[in-house]
């Protein structure tokens, strides 16, 4: 089946340590986005890629870091400089920038600090 | 930023209609209207969108005013799957993003 693949599903971090959290897509899709949820709250969009080897900041992309070597993969890392990582990181594409097309999600990585 | 504005929270009946309402007086003429749900621990699900006609689909109806300026989800019978987060988005043309605000949190209530 095409989807979105997040992974690991929870992810521990150490304080001052790097994380990655992958997405996968088989979607065929050229654009890929990262949102963060905190509890109660509404997404909030980190970084998105329109193509392949380009990638904008979204809202609150301080923090974090992505790669878009491959059009079906979109790796977020989590810095050791984003201060209050704790929080549920999704991953989401669409067919492309038209606004005329859903997004299609992940189903997530909780993010906790030990 | 493209905002909507949605009640935090709302109850219905099990397998009666429910009236998901969503204002967005800013929009502008090429802004399409986007509904998603989100159950618990689960990413957002793609649910409806407009621009200007109202839209039905197999999950649900999308009516839109004729100002765009307010627009509202029908679910047509609610059941216990549908209780969920609804959030209503707007999708600037011209950009590449969608603002997700706090949601409408709906309980069917058996």
């Known amino acids: 089946d095409g989807g979105i693949t997040q992974s690991p599903k929870y992810l521990f971090r150490k304080e001052g340590q790097n994380v990655t959290l992958s997405c996968e897509q088989n979607l065929n899709h050229d654009a890929m986005y990262w949102y963060r949820q905190d509890p109660g709250q509404g997404l909030r969009l980190i970084y998105y890629?329109?193509?392949?080897?380009?990638?904008q900041k979204g809202d609150i992309a301080e923090g974090y870091s992505v790669s878009r070597e491959k059009k079906e993969s979109f790796p977020l890392t989590v810095t050791s400089a984003q201060k209050n990582p704790t929080a549920f990181y999704l991953c989401?594409?669409?067919?492309?920038?038209?606004?005329?097309?859903?997004?299609?999600f992940g189903d997530g990585t909780r993010l906790s600090i030990l | 930023d493209a905002k909507t504005t949605q009640p935090n929270s709302m109850e219905s009946n099990e397998e009666e209609p429910v009236h998901l309402p969503c204002n967005h007086s800013?929009?502008?003429?090429?802004?399409?209207i986007h509904w998603y749900l989100q159950l618990p621990s689960q990413g957002p699900e793609y649910v409806i969108h407009?621009?200007?006609s109202n839209v039905n689909n197999r999950m649900a109806s999308l009516a839109i005013a004729e100002d765009r300026k307010s627009s509202t989800l029908i679910l047509h019978r609610a059941t216990l799957r549908d209780a969920a987060v609804y959030y209503c988005i707007l999708r600037a043309n011209t950009g590449n993003q969608f603002y997700f605000g706090t949601g409408t949190s709906l309980t069917v209530i058996p």
């Open positions: 890629s329109q193509i392949v080897n380009d990638f």
């Open positions: 407009g621009l200007t």
């Open positions: 989401a594409s669409s067919v492309d920038r038209d606004s005329n097309q859903p997004q299609h």
């Open positions: 800013t929009i502008s003429g090429t802004d399409y």
